[in-house]
C-alpha cells in the first residue's frame, strides 16, 4: 500500500434515490472520506458503460454507481438495466486489470443517509488498501502516459 | 463561445466555514470559458439573484454555474433567475458544495476545499456544452374514459360530468354496478346497498355528459397524457338497445333457464337476460351460448344430420319493437381520451382451493357473496334464507374467516380488509331474519378499524349472540343433513367439533381476471398479487406511473366502499385538474434521437419503460427510432443502450457527462 | 452435494431402487408382495437397497432430531451410490427419507451427520413413492380386469403430503393421486372427507382410546360415502384400520366395518392376479365378500 495514498473516486448518482441520499447524508451532517466526485444522472440506468471506462481512462482508482433498490427505480427498471450492465462490465474490467473490487454498484435510498456514508467509506477504505492502479503503474513502467 | 459565469455562496457560514471561498474563486476564474466569477453571503436571496441578473448584462454572461446547496433545493429558483436576465433557463447548472461538500467534509477544510473547486469544475465543464431547451405544449382531449362501472368507476365518472367534462363508462357486464350491486346490506349501517347504489347507476346512465358502453372491453389504447386513443370492442348483444324499451317480455317468456352468475350459481336466469330487476341499462342481452336458437344455428352450421334441436325464437316473436338482431356481430370502435381511470374492481377468492372446506363439494358449503343473494329481499329466493340443499331454513351457521386471505400457502397473503366486517354483518342480518339462528364465527383476528366497525363488530356479539371462536378450521364434512365442523377454539386450545346447517366461507378478495391483461395493454404495473400500483403508496394513491392514467376502487387492493366511492372521487380531481389546462406542458429533458445517425437497430424501443420510442420511416426508406415526447420521462435507459450513439438525453447528454468525467483531476 | 436425477421424469424410469422398510418385511408383507407383483406386470424393475436400514419411524424423530436424519442419511447415501431413485411403498419410510434428504441440503446439519455415520455423502438418491411411479405411467396401464363397480375411499392419511413444503406429492388437503389411479382401473373413487386424517399412527398400544375414536370415525365415514373398501397407502394405517374393527364396534355399537386394502392389491387385482397371489385374504376384516359380490375375487 502506497504512504498517503488518496484514491480517487468517481460516483454516478440517481438522481431520485442516491443522489438524494447523499443530500440526506450532508444534511444529516454525517461525514464520509472526500475522494468522492459526485456525477449525478437522471437514473442509474442512463449510466452508459463507456463513462465508467472513460473514468478509469481519466485516472479514478475506483468508480461507484447508486441508483435505487430493486422495486424503487423512478422509472419502474432503469436500476436492473443497470445491474445487467453491471454484471457484464465487471469482468470485462478484471480482464484488463482493473480488479473487480474497484467497480461497485450499490443500492442507496433517498433516505440511507448513513448507508451512503457507509458506502462511500468502505469503499474508499477498499481502494486505499488496493493502493494505486497496477495497470498504471505498469504502463507508467513501459513509458505509456495515459490509456488509450 | 461559451462565457460563463461563476457564483459562489457562502450560505452564511454553512459554506464559508469549512471551505475556503477565496481559493474556489480564484480556481473558478482559470476554468476554461469561465469569463467571471464572483461571491455570494446567501446567493438565493434577493441581492444575491439581483446580483446574477446584473452579472449576466454586464458581462454578457451566457452561462451560468451556481455554486451553492443541493439542485434539489434550488434548481428551480436559479432557473428562474437567469430566465429574468434573459438567459434560457436551462443554461445554468448547480455545483453542489453545501450537501455533498461542506456539510460532510467540515472537519478538514483543505480537502473540502480542494473539492469544492472539483465540484466547480464538473459544473462548469457541463454548463460549456449545456444548450436552450423549450417545455413543449401538448393539446389534450378533455374527455375521460373510466373501465369498470362499480361503485368506484361510477363515482368518478359522475364527478367527472359534474366538473363539465365528458366521460366514457366502459363496463365489460351487462350493467353496471359492479360487486356492490349484489350486496344485500351494507356495513355498517345496514344501509340497503341497492336502495344507495341504484339512484347513482340512474343518474350515470342520464347524465348528459357521459356515454355508457356496457358488456364492452378496451380492446387496445395507444397515445400518452392528454391524447389516448382507445379502442373499445361492443360484444354483440343480439338485441337492438336503441328500439328496445325493456319492457321484459322476452325475459320473461324465454324458455332456456341457465345458473345466474349474478346470484353467484344461487338463482337462475333466462338465455336473454338482465342481471337483476334494477340493472342498468335496463335491456337485455342474449347469452349465445345458451341461448336455443343460437344453438340450433351451430347445430345445423356444423352439418350433423341427428334429430334438429328446436329453434325457438320466442323472444323475436313476442318482442314489441322488432329488435332482437340474430345478425348482430361485436363492433369495434375508436375513441380518444385525455385521461383514462382504472376501476376494474375486484372478484372473490375461490374457496375450493381448500379441500378440506369442501367448497363445490357441499352445497350447503356457500360464500359470503352468495349469502348476500340468499338474504336479498330481490334474490333467488326473495330474501329467504334458504339453504342450496334442501332449502330448510338454517339454524345453525358457522362462519370461516380468512378464506383466501392471510394464507401464504394460498399465495393470498395479504388482508381482504372486509371480510371481518361482512361475517359481522351477515351474524346481524340472519337474527333479524329469523331469532332461532345462531352464528359462529372462526376467526383469526378481528379486524374493524374504521368509523364505528368496531361497535359494529362488538353488536355482532353481545346484542346478536354471535359467538366468535378463535382458531381455524381444520375440515368441514356432510354427515346425514349437517355439516359438522372440525376446528380449534386457541384461545382455550382445545379441538371443536360443530355440527352446523350452512357453512359460509368469508371469501377474500383478488384482482377481476383480466386485469394482468389491461394492466399490460396500459403500460402500468401491477404487483405479485396482481393488484395494480399506484405511483406512490402514501402520496399519490390514485395515480400511476404513466401520466394521465389514474386508479380508483378494489383494482389497487381490498377496499370497502367508503374507500372504494373516495377513491374514485380523487381520481376524477385528478383527472379534472388535468383538464383544467388548455395544453400540457412537458419537460424538455426528454430523448431525441439523431435520425442521420440512427441504425434502426430498435433496441431503444426494447428498453424503454414508458414505450415512448416508435419508429418512423424516412423518406430513403430506413427506419428508425422516433421518440413521443409526450411519453418519454427521461431516465436516459435509451442513450445508453445506444450503439451507434444516435439517441441522447437532453440535460445529460454524452457529451456533457463526458465532458464532466474527463474534467476531473485536471 | 448432489442430488441425483433430481429432475428426470419418472415416466421413463424403468429401474428404481427398492425401500421396503421393517413393515414391509413383517406385519404389511401383503403390501410388499403385491407392491411387487404389480410392479413387475407393470415393468417397474424393483432392486431392493442392499444393507438398506430402519428409516427411524416414528421413534427416532420424537426423541433425537440428528438419529431422525442419520439413519435415513445413510440408506440415502447408498441409493446415492447405486444412482436409481429410492422408492418406498410405506409412507412412513418415505416421509423420513424425503424429509431428511430435505435436511442435508443444509450445509452444517450434513457436516454433523457425515461425523455420525462415519462416512461423507456425496450423492443421495432423489426419493419418490410407489404412487407417483405408478401415477406417471397411469395410461399404459393395462387394465384386464377393470374393478367395474366398486367403490373405494382413497385414504391417504398423513404422511404422504405432509409437511406440505417438504413432502408435497399432492394437494395436501384433497390429494387426488390415488384417486385417478382407482379410476383408471375401473373403480368408481368415492369423494370423502377424511383421505389425510390421522389414523392414531403409533398409539394403538398407549392410547387406544384415540385410535379407536379417530378410526371409527373414519371408517365411518368411509361407509356413509358409499365405500365398498377402503385403500391406503400405508402399513400403519392399514394396520390401525383394519385391526380395530371388532373394537370399535363393541365400543361405538354400530357396525362400521368396511375392508381395507393396500393400493397395489387394488391395482394387481386389476392386472390379473389372483386374490391368494396378492395376500388378498390375509387382512383381519376380509375383503373377499365384498370382491366376490362385484365379481370380482
Known amino acids: 500500500m502506497a504512504v498517503g495514498f488518496e484514491p480517487r473516486v468517481v460516483g454516478f448518482l440517481c438522481n431520485w434515490c442516491s443522489y438524494a441520499g447523499a443530500d440526506m447524508a450532508g444534511t444529516s451532517r454525517m461525514s464520509y472520506p472526500p475522494n468522492i466526485r459526485i456525477i449525478r444522472v437522471p437514473c442509474s440506468g442512463r449510466v452508459d458503460p463507456l463513462f465508467v471506462v472513460k473514468a478509469f481512462q481519466m485516472g479514478a482508482d475506483g468508480v461507484l454507481i447508486a441508483g435505487c433498490h430493486p422495486g424503487d427505480c423512478h422509472y419502474t427498471e432503469g436500476n436492473y438495466h443497470m445491474r445487467r450492465r453491471f454484471a457484464l462490465l465487471q469482468p470485462f474490467l478484471d480482464y484488463v486489470g482493473i480488479e473487480k473490487e474497484r467497480f461497485r454498484l450499490e443500492w442507496v435510498s433517498a433516505s440511507e443517509g448513513k448507508r451512503f456514508t457507509q458506502v462511500v467509506t468502505s469503499f474508499t477504505e477498499q481502494l486505499r488498501q488496493l493502493g494505486p492502479r497496477k495497470d498504471r503503474e505498469l504502463m507508467a513502467a513501459k513509458g505509456v502516459q495515459r490509456a488509450v | 463561445m461559451a462565457r460563463i459565469g461563476v457564483f459562489i455562496c457562502h450560505c452564511g457560514s454553512n459554506i464559508a466555514g469549512s471551505v475556503d471561498i477565496a481559493r474556489v474563486l480564484e480556481a473558478a476564474r482559470k476554468m476554461p470559458q469561465v469569463v467571471y466569477v464572483e461571491d455570494n453571503k446567501y446567493t438565493c436571496s434577493d441581492p444575491g439573484q439581483a446580483s446574477i441578473r446584473n452579472a449576466v448584462k454586464a458581462h454578457r454572461l451566457n452561462r451560468v454555474v451556481v455554486a451553492a446547496c443541493s439542485p434539489r433545493m434550488h434548481e428551480k429558483t436559479f432557473r428562474k433567475t437567469v430566465e429574468q436576465a434573459g438567459l434560457n433557463p436551462f443554461l445554468l447548472e448547480i455545483a453542489n458544495i453545501r450537501e455533498q461538500d461542506s456539510w460532510v467534509h467540515s472537519d478538514d477544510k483543505e480537502r473540502a476545499t480542494e473539492k469544492a473547486i472539483e465540484i466547480v469544475r464538473l459544473a462548469v465543464a457541463k454548463v460549456a456544452r449545456n444548450y436552450e431547451l423549450y417545455a413543449r405544449q401538448i393539446s389534450l382531449t378533455k374527455r375521460a374514459l373510466v373501465i369498470g362501472g362499480g361503485i368506484s368507476g361510477i363515482q368518478a365518472a359522475l364527478d367527472i360530468a359534474n366538473a363539465g367534462h365528458e366521460v366514457v363508462l366502459v363496463e365489460r357486464e351487462p350493467t353496471i354496478g359492479g360487486r356492490m350491486a349484489q350486496l344485500d346490506k351494507t356495513f355498517p349501517t345496514l344501509d340497503c346497498s341497492a336502495c344507495i347504489l341504484t339512484p347513482k347507476m340512474v343518474e350515470l346512465a342520464q347524465h348528459n355528459r357521459v356515454v355508457l358502453f356496457t358488456y364492452a372491453e378496451v380492446q387496445s389504447i395507444k397515445g400518452f397524457v392528454g391524447n389516448f386513443e382507445v379502442e373499445v370492442r361492443q360484444k354483440a348483444r343480439k338485441v337492438n338497445h336503441t328500439t328496445c324499451t325493456g319492457c321484459g317480455t322476452?325475459?320473461?317468456?324465454?324458455?332456456?333457464?341457465?345458473?345466474?352468475?349474478?346470484?353467484?350459481?344461487?338463482?337462475?336466469?333466462?338465455?336473454?337476460?338482465?342481471?337483476?330487476?334494477?340493472?342498468?341499462?335496463?335491456k337485455p342481452v342474449i347469452d349465445t351460448e345458451h341461448c336455443r336458437y343460437m344453438k340450433y344455428q351451430r347445430f345445423v352450421a356444423s352439418g350433423e344430420e341427428d334429430k334438429k334441436p328446436p329453434q325457438c325464437r320466442v323472444c323475436e316473436k313476442l318482442c314489441p319493437t322488432g329488435s332482437i338482431d340474430w345478425e348482430e356481430q361485436d363492433r369495434v370502435f375508436t375513441e380518444k381520451f385525455g385521461a383514462i381511470i382504472v376501476a376494474t374492481g375486484y372478484q372473490t377468492f375461490d374457496a375450493s382451493a381448500y379441500g378440506e372446506y369442501?367448497?363445490?363439494?357441499?352445497?350447503?358449503?356457500?360464500?359470503?357473496?352468495?349469502?348476500?343473494?340468499?338474504?336479498?329481499?330481490?334474490?333467488?329466493?326473495?330474501?329467504?334464507?334458504?339453504?342450496?340443499?334442501?332449502?330448510?331454513?338454517p339454524k345453525t351457521v358457522v362462519f370461516v374467516s380468512c378464506v383466501g386471505s392471510r394464507d401464504e400457502a394460498k399465495c393470498r397473503p395479504y388482508c381482504s380488509k372486509v371480510c371481518c366486517m361482512y361475517m359481522a354483518k351477515h351474524a346481524i342480518m340472519l337474527r333479524e331474519h329469523d331469532p332461532e339462528v345462531q352464528c359462529y364465527i372462526f376467526y383469526i383476528d378481528i379486524r374493524a378499524g374504521g368509523k364505528a366497525y368496531e361497535e359494529f363488530t362488538r353488536r355482532a356479539q353481545e346484542e346478536y349472540g354471535a359467538i366468535y371462536l378463535r382458531g381455524r378450521i381444520s375440515k368441514i364434512y356432510q354427515e346425514g343433513k349437517k355439516l359438522v365442523v372440525l376446528g380449534e377454539d386457541s384461545l382455550i386450545g382445545r379441538p371443536v367439533e360443530l355440527s352446523a346447517d350452512l357453512v359460509v366461507l368469508a371469501t377474500g378478495m383478488e384482482p377481476s381476471s383480466g386485469v394482468v391483461e389491461l394492466a399490460q395493454k396500459l403500460n402500468i404495473s401491477y404487483d405479485t398479487n396482481q393488484f395494480l400500483v399506484e405511483a406512490h403508496p402514501k402520496l399519490r394513491p390514485v395515480e400511476t406511473q404513466s401520466d394521465g392514467i389514474f386508479l380508483a376502487g378494489a383494482c389497487v387492493g381490498p377496499r370497502d366502499i367508503p374507500d372504494s366511492v373516495a377513491q374514485g372521487s380523487a381520481a376524477a380531481v385528478k383527472a379534472a385538474a388535468l383538464f383544467s389546462q388548455d395544453y400540457i406542458t412537458t419537460d424538455p429533458m426528454t430523448a431525441m434521437v439523431d435520425i442521420s445517425r440512427c441504425t434502426g437497430c430498435l433496441l431503444?424501443?426494447?428498453?424503454?419503460?414508458?414505450?415512448?420510442?416508435?419508429?418512423?420511416?424516412?423518406?430513403?426508406?430506413?427506419?428508425?427510432?422516433?421518440?413521443?415526447?409526450?411519453?418519454?420521462?427521461?431516465?436516459?435507459?435509451?442513450?445508453?443502450?445506444?450503439?451507434?450513439?444516435?439517441?441522447?438525453?437532453?440535460?445529460?447528454?454524452?457529451?456533457?457527462?463526458?465532458?464532466?468525467?474527463?474534467?476531473?483531476?485536471q | 452435494m448432489k442430488q441425483a436425477e433430481s429432475t428426470g421424469t419418472l415416466a421413463g424410469q424403468k429401474a428404481f431402487s427398492y425401500f421396503p422398510g421393517c413393515s414391509l418385511h413383517s406385519t404389511a408383507r401383503e403390501y410388499d408382495v403385491s407392491a411387487r407383483l404389480s410392479c413387475e406386470a407393470l415393468g417397474i424393475e424393483l432392486k431392493e437397497l442392499e444393507g438398506w436400514a430402519c428409516c427411524g419411524a416414528s421413534s427416532a424423530h420424537s426423541t433425537n432430531e440428528l438419529l431422525a436424519v442419520s439413519l435415513p442419511a445413510r440408506d440415502l447415501k447408498r441409493a446415492g451410490e447405486v444412482g436409481l431413485p429410492l422408492v418406498a411403498a410405506c409412507a412412513m419410510c418415505f416421509s423420513r427419507l424425503k424429509i431428511a434428504s430435505h435436511e442435508l441440503q443444509n450445509n452444517d446439519m450434513r457436516k454433523l451427520v457425515q461425523t455420525v455415520i462415519g462416512q461423507e455423502i456425496q450423492k443421495t438418491a432423489r426419493v419418490v413413492h410407489l404412487l407417483e411411479v405408478v401415477d406417471s405411467r397411469l395410461d399404459a396401464i393395462p387394465v384386464k380386469k377393470p374393478l367395474t363397480e366398486l367403490k373405494v375411499a382413497c385414504y391417504y392419511g398423513c404422511l404422504l403430503v405432509r409437511p406440505r413444503e417438504k413432502v408435497a406429492i399432492d394437494d395436501a388437503e384433497n390429494p387426488q393421486l390415488m384417486d385417478r389411479l382407482v379410476r383408471k382401473l375401473g373403480a368408481e373413487p368415492v369423494a370423502w372427507a377424511f383421505k389425510t386424517e390421522c389414523c392414531g399412527a403409533g398409539l394403538p398400544l398407549a392410547r387406544p382410546d384415540i385410535v379407536l375414536k379417530l378410526c371409527h370415525r373414519i371408517l365411518a365415514q368411509a361407509r356413509q360415502a358409499g365405500a365398498d373398501c377402503i385403500a391406503v397407502a400405508c402399513p400403519e394405517c392399514h394396520s390401525n384400520l383394519d385391526t380395530h374393527q371388532e373394537e370399535i364396534r363393541a365400543r361405538y355399537g354400530d357396525d362400521a366395518r368396511v375392508p381395507v386394502v393396500y393400493f397395489t392389491q387394488l391395482l394387481g387385482l386389476a392386472l390379473g392376479l389372483s386374490v391368494q397371489q396378492l395376500h388378498l385374504d390375509k387382512h383381519l376384516t376380509d375383503p373377499v365378500p365384498v370382491l366376490s359380490s362385484k365379481g370380482l375375487a
Request: net charge positive; charged share 20%; aromatic share 6%.
Open chain 2, 250 to 282: 322476452c325475459w320473461q317468456k324465454c324458455p332456456e333457464k341457465v345458473p345466474s352468475e349474478f346470484d353467484l350459481g344461487m338463482g337462475q336466469r333466462t338465455a336473454i337476460y338482465i342481471p337483476f330487476p334494477q340493472a342498468v341499462p335496463t
Open chain 2, 358 to 393: 369442501g367448497a363445490g363439494m357441499y352445497p350447503d358449503v356457500i360464500s359470503g357473496l352468495q349469502l348476500e343473494r340468499l338474504m336479498c329481499a330481490s334474490g333467488p329466493t326473495g330474501g329467504e334464507v334458504k339453504r342450496p340443499s334442501d332449502g330448510a331454513h
Open chain 2, 604 to 665: 431503444c424501443t426494447q428498453v424503454c419503460p414508458f414505450k415512448a420510442i416508435s419508429t418512423q420511416a424516412l423518406r430513403d426508406g430506413r427506419v428508425v427510432a422516433s421518440v413521443n415526447e409526450g411519453l418519454c420521462k427521461g431516465c436516459g435507459l435509451c442513450a445508453a443502450v445506444c450503439r451507434s450513439k444516435a439517441i441522447d438525453l437532453r440535460g445529460f447528454t454524452n457529451q456533457q457527462l463526458f465532458a464532466e468525467v474527463t474534467s476531473l483531476w
